[in-house]
């Protein structure tokens, strides 16, 4: 079973051809980084522009090195939701237009769902049920993936995701966009225990998260540098940050695993490229016997292969979309539209 998948729900333009579920032939992305750079930031509408301008090119690039026509794809994969509503209907608008003309099924996929997928591509003795972080640009859940699509949140983000809050970090400190990969990088030349900034609790509900509090600490401890005119180091900060960030992830993401007993955990999105949050989550793992699973750095930030693992799994319990198949900006995971 041969699925082309296409993804555009930010700023990366990208399409990949999928064998049965977990063998990538092809994995194309287009990203707009360096557009966005000059604005510190995703701007919405050059996001869109830059999709359309990119998508084909993409699309047969993917089907190129796949050695592939649209003949032999039994299925068109795509992201609907959640995401930038202008940058979605790209990709839906695209995939719909080549379904039609090919006369193959459509099939919508959650753009968090391929997240966790992105695990199976290279781990192909992973099978829910497991429990997931999901860590990305616009979000921090919990899940407990109970079958192929079928999901559980137990925890969530309050205020910031884990990526936005090292957006707003980063450019702070004056690292600029895209911040994550930036923090990452400086922090090992910081010391973690530099700087003691806050870990957030919340007691009535110990799987949930918050990131607003240690952003403001940052930004806190910033300003009271330059009021006193004394330097501050961007590597001890950024250490200091992704420690008490981390802490955070791998504290709940433990407890979850005890108390749901299960012997899998995966983490997923953006931020599970992170070093210090893959070694930490490696170790804490290994101490309670746990089994642990991780994409690549290519497969954790946004692309259209692991796309394809959601849509085929979707395509095999029977999810089809119609020609009315809209862009779902704020999407819910396990949601069904
Ligand atoms: P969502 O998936 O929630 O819709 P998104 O698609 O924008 O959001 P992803 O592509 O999954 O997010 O991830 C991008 C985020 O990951 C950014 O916030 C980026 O800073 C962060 N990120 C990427 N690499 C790293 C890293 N090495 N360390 C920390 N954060 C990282
Ligand atoms: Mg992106
Ligand atoms: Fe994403």
């Not at 992305?29 to 930031?41: C, D, E, N, V």
């Not at 509408?45 to 359309?52: D, M, P, V, W």
């Not at 957006?167 to 700087?195: F, M, Q, W």
């Amino acid at each position: 079973t041969l699925i082309l998948a296409i993804e555009s729900s930010c700023d990366e333009t990208a399409a990949s051809v999928v064998k049965n579920g977990r063998e990538i032939l092809s994995n194309i992305i287009s990203s707009q980084i360096a557009l966005h750079t000059l604005y510190g930031g995703v701007v919405p509408e050059i996001a869109s522009r830059k999709h359309i301008e990119k998508i084909n090119q993409v699309i047969e690039e993917a089907l190129k090195q796949a050695q592939v026509t649209l003949e032999d794809i039994d299925a068109v994969g795509v992201t609907y939701g959640p995401g930038l509503v202008g940058a979605l209907l790209v990709g839906v608008a695209e995939a719909k237009a080549i379904a039609y003309a090919a006369k193959k099924p459509l099939v919508g996929v959650h753009h968090i769902e391929g997240h966790i997928a992105a695990n199976y591509i290279e781990h192909p003795d992973l099978e829910p049920p497991f429990l997931c972080l999901v860590v990305s640009g616009g979000h921090t859940h919990l899940v407990h993936v109970e079958d192929y699509g079928k999901f559980k949140i137990i925890g969530r983000t309050r205020d910031d995701a884990a990526g936005e809050a090292f957006d707003k970090v980063a450019r702070a400190i004056g690292l600029g966009y895209p911040g994550g990969p930036k923090i990452d990088k400086v922090s090992r030349e910081g010391n973690p225990e530099a700087i003691v900034f806050p870990r957030a609790h919340i007691e009535e509900a110990p799987y949930d998260f918050s990131f607003s509090g240690v952003k403001s600490a940052v930004l806190n401890y910033i300003n009271g540098c330059k009021m006193k005119g004394e330097e501050y180091s961007q590597a001890d900060i950024a250490a200091s940050f992704q420690k008490a960030v981390t802490d955070v992830l791998v504290g709940n993401a433990m407890h979850a695993v005890e108390e749901y007993g299960d012997r899998k955990f995966a983490i997923a999105g953006g931020v599970a490229s992170n070093s210090a949050l893959r070694a930490a989550m490696a170790e804490a793992c290994k101490e309670k016997g746990v089994e642990f699973y991780y994409p690549s750095p290519i497969y954790c930030t946004d692309n259209a292969a692991m796309i394809g693992v959601a849509a085929y799994y979707e395509f095999m319990n029977g999810t089809r979309h119609g020609w009315d198949l809209n862009a779902v900006p704020n999407l819910k995971l396990g949601e069904r539209v």
